[in-house]
């Protein structure tokens, strides 16, 4: 009989990126950092860089989004080797949540074990504002209540366990850790710890849908994120989740304002140095 189950990546594809990588630099980080729309500059300043255009690795997907470069940027941060990903995959791109994830699960064939998941994101929470810095603390995964999740199709038990809890998916430890950065770095007035919400994309909500998310207790929404977290946890990566709120979300009919992806890269260039100087903090504290 045919087999009628979708295919998920194969485990070749991530070990023959992996191994790829491998023989491309002799750099061995322990921590991973993706970079969110615009934030990509964290990687420039790295030491002692590598940089692979994501062409070049087999397998990899490709970035097709203004603000997300596309190269992963080996090098030292304070000193720690990291990998940095400048700029990531949606599932509006037209990949899959699997495919969206790819890195994550080469990250840990490369012997990554943190995982710091940055993005641009749209405040719901009316206490926030435009350049505030959001702890991730949850998320919703709200294509997943349709089915969508990264770990869906066979298990591969080499990386985790058919049925990851996700409860803690988010590291208290590290979150606490950013946060005495922040307060170290006289940030903590624009530091906001909160639940994230992805949704499909590339449409922007509408009023009623981000009423609907405010109902339902979300504080920040985007397009990403919870694949690679979800991904992450599934082979046991300790993960921090930072938002930057970008634009505030639009939730009266009053409202003038329209959300567009200048103001989200225009937001992220604005804070960009504020979180250079938070994550070359937190990563020298690791
Ligand atoms: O989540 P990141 O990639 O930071 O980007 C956010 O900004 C874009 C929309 O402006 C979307 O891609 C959304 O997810
Ligand atoms: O308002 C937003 N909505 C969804 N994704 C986003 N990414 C940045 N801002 C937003």
Known sequence: MACLMESSVPLQSYKEAAEWILAHTDQRPRIAVICGSGLGTLA???ENKTVIPYEDIPHFPSSTVPGHAGRLVFGLLNGKQ?????GRFHIYEGYSMSTVAFPVRVFSLLGVDTLIVTNA???INSNYSVGDIMFIKDHINMPGFCGQNPLRGPNEDGFGVRFPCMSDAYDQHLRHLAMDCTQELGLQDIVQ???YCMLGGPSYETIA???MLKLLGVDAVGM???PEVITGRHCRM???GISLITNMAILSYNSTAHANHQEVLQTSQLRAAALIALLTNLVGKM
Request: hydrophobic fraction near 35%; include cysteine.
């Open 238 to 240: 300790h993960i921090l």
């Open 193 to 195: 710890e909160g639940i």
């Open 209 to 211: 849908e981000c009423n």
């Open 82 to 86: 990291c990998v940095c990903m400048q």
């Open 44 to 46: 420039e300043t790295l």
């Open 121 to 123: 994101a749209g405040g």
């Open 224 to 226: 990403s994120t919870v």
